[in-house]
């Protein structure tokens, strides 16, 4: 079944935009992280939105790991952690479901000192396992665990967000 359809994402995202501009109104600079593939993707979208609304300077980067496997699949980021000392990083994701994913990403940020660090998903789940919290979320779902939400950002033309 189909939650969200590409009109619906295009307008969670430009709203997500301003709520980012606006809690960080006083910043000239913000760092967008994106983890994996569907994350960065997301991260992209909010960056291309967020630099029309705003003069603000976008750093875009990614994470790369495997929540499932973190000892054996380390978290991975393309850019040196000196570089987000007194950055204003907003960790981006295409959905929270446990808070597993969110939890370990925060690894990379633990022996740096960002200015701070927030997190923005397009759908969060409420069954947290995770101590996590989403600060920034296009729709908040209650699903139940059997649940599967499955979101497509690959193809501009063919966005979508599905619970199956």
Not at 34 to 54: C, R, V
Not at 88 to 115: C, E, Q, S, W
Request: charge should be neutral; hydrophobic fraction near 45%; proline fraction near 4%.
């Amino acid at each position: 079944m189909k939650i969200l359809d590409k009109e619906q994402i295009t307008q969670k995202i430009k709203r997500l935009a301003y709520e980012i501009l606006e809690s960080n109104y006083n910043e000239t600079e913000l760092v967008l992280v994106g983890i994996n593939n569907n994350g960065l993707g997301f991260a992209k979208m909010l960056m291309k939105q967020l630099t029309k609304i705003s003069d603000v300077s976008i750093t875009l980067k990614q994470i790369k790991m495997n929540p499932a496997a973190p000892v054996s699949n380390p978290v991975e980021i393309n850019i040196d952690p000196k570089e987000l000392v007194n950055k204003v990083v907003i960790l981006v994701d295409d959905v929270a479901n446990t808070g597993r994913t969110m939890f370990y990403a925060m690894k990379v940020f633990m022996d740096i000192l960002p200015k701070k660090v927030e997190t923005a998903v397009l759908i969060d789940r409420k069954h947290k396992s995770f101590p996590t919290e989403i600060n920034y979320f296009g729709l908040s779902l209650a699903t139940t665990m059997n649940e599967d939400i499955q979101v497509f950002l690959q193809n501009a033309n063919e966005l979508a967000v599905h619970i199956r």
